[in-house]
């Protein structure tokens, strides 16, 4: 089959794809020397691209597969076909959403007091369109970096930036006035090779086993035996995906159960499941979930 070329987002997002990767049964080498990782898979080959660029290139066809945020797919207006959300599942986890803040002693209070004021941020088209569609007349300009620093010095009425918590943006005394977008990673794919198809046959199977690794992150097994006289106690305690797997034994007054859990889950869970009757209870950690 025709090569599957697969954009890897440079920067903040790289550790974790390669991770993700890894998870899903791909392994992936870096090299701080070239922008071309190797991968163990004759049908895939790898470029490292900046996750601000990747929509383009895979619209224009220079990549047929890639992982990116959200908004830089909006920012680039770019048209192409999303695969899949990459989500992770991970309880801790916060979606990283861009937010508009000003200087904590600014009067400024809502978007609607912007009027005529200036913006920075990196995400310029998409703030533009922002304010346009709310008939708000506003100067965006484009921030190259230490974006909450142009408030603090005065080369910015407000900025747009990026946060998972708010703590960065409250660290710069700045205070948040409103949210413009919640973004997350999506696997994207030039519409041509949509179209083949044996590139998505190939897609197809990236997606669903990146899938299954984010459906596992934070996910465990537990695996026990219960005596029959205590079987519905135990079942009615097992928070499963959907049932638990019961099994009889060789012994008619035991049986086998299994179910996935939330591994936060398992600590008050465990101790519970004893008192209800079952033992010999095995904890496990999973790569993969699939769930149709």
Known sequence: MSLIRLAIPKGSLQTSTIELFKDAGWIIGTS???????????????????????????????FDL?????????????DVVEVADL??????????????????????????????????TELVNFTRQFFRERGIPV????SWGATEA????????????????????????????????VTNTKLIANRKSWRDPKKRSKIEQIALMLKSA??????????????????????????????????PLHDPQWYSLEIIINESHSRSLI??????????????PLKKVLDG
């Open 87 to 120: 989500v992770y599942s991970k309880a801790t986890q916060k979606p990283a959403k861009w937010v508009l803040a000003v200087a904590d002693a600014s009067p400024i209070k809502t978007i609607h007091d912007l009027k005529g004021k200036k913006i920075a």
């Open 214 to 247: 984010l459906q596992a992150a934070g996910m465990v097994g537990l695996k026990m035996n219960a005596p029959k006289d205590s079987l519905e106690a135990v079942i009615r305690m097992l928070p499963a995906l959907t049932s638990p797997t019961v099994s």
């Open 150 to 181: 142009k408030v603090v010095e005065g080369l910015a009425d407000a900025i747009v930036e990026v946060t998972e918590t708010g703590s960065t943006i409250r660290a710069h005394n700045l205070r948040i006035i409103d949210e413009l977008l």
């Open 271 to 284: 101790p519970e499941l004893l008192k209800a009757g079952a033992r010999g209870i095995i904890e496990y």
């Open 66 to 78: 890639a992982l990116t945020g959200k908004d830089w797919i909006l920012e680039n207006g770019s």
């Open 32 to 62: 701080s020397r070239s922008y071309f990782p190797t991968i163990d898979d004759a049908d895939i080959e790898c470029a490292l691209v900046r996750a601000q660029e990747v929509s383009r290139y895979v619209e224009s066809g220079l």
């Open 139 to 142: 100067e965006v300009e484009f």
